[in-house]
């Protein structure tokens, strides 16, 4: 059995980026990661991902188990109340079998079964700051994280650059939280003749009609 602590806003921030596809199943919680250090916290869907590094708090976790995979709607349970009680803590049973203690409520569930992939070689390495195009729906996720983590809402995340590969998302300074996403670009369109139109007089329009022609 293994007992560990953990923060309820590093939990909601990093299910942010948790795969609702149920084929890839693997992707449909939070993967856990116990370190000598702490708990390394990740989750993608394969478009963008999030990793948050959390120290161990009052239980701390042995070599009992490697990583475990906590489904999504057992996180989702979870809710940080009154700003106070933000820790939670989680039992791994010997069969798998997980709870959350929360507030003097518990919450069980089995783990994901499967293999969640290996995150740190999607995380690069060197940027090269070339600009390109992101999902905006992803990038208000991010700013959704930031807020979870309790991130001032008058400041954004800030996105570096990394051209046609992975782009690292500063969402988590200046909350204590040692965080960051990753974000794949989205392709950029080639074709920049669909928008002439607008710097085009309306009388150069091939199928251009007056409009008092129009209104007789």
Not at 13 to 39: H, M
Not at 114 to 121: M, V
Not at 160 to 167: E, V
Not at 184 to 205: E, G, L, N, Q
Request: proline share 6%; no cysteine; hydrophobic share 40%.
């Amino acid at each position: 059995m293994l007992k560990v602590t953990l923060n309820i806003r590093a939990l909601r921030a990093t299910l942010v980026a948790v795969s609702t596809e149920e084929t890839r199943y693997y992707l449909n919680g939070i993967n856990l990661e116990f370190t000598p250090d702490g708990v390394v916290m990740a989750a993608t869907d394969g478009h963008r991902m999030i990793i948050l590094r959390q120290p161990y708090g009052e239980h701390a976790a042995t070599g009992a188990h490697a990583s475990v995979i906590v489904p999504r709607d057992l996180v989702a349970k979870l809710k940080v109340r009154n700003k106070v009680v933000e820790e939670t803590t989680l039992t791994i049973a010997d069969d798998g079998r997980l709870t959350f203690e929360h507030a003097g409520e518990s919450y069980g569930g089995a783990r994901v079964d499967g293999t969640f992939p290996d995150y740190r070689r999607v995380v690069p390495q060197d940027l090269d700051g070339k600009p390109a195009q992101y999902d905006p729906l992803y990038l208000a996720d991010f700013a959704k994280a930031r807020k979870e983590l309790g991130g001032d809402r008058t400041t954004s995340p800030v996105v570096r650059y990394n051209g046609g590969s992975p782009a690292v998302v500063d969402f988590a300074w200046g909350t204590g939280f040692q965080a960051i996403g990753v974000l794949m670009p989205i392709r950029d369109r080639t074709d920049a003749t669909y928008y002439t139109w607008a710097s085009t007089p309306a009388a150069a329009w091939p199928d251009a009609t007056p409009a008092a022609s129009a209104a007789a």
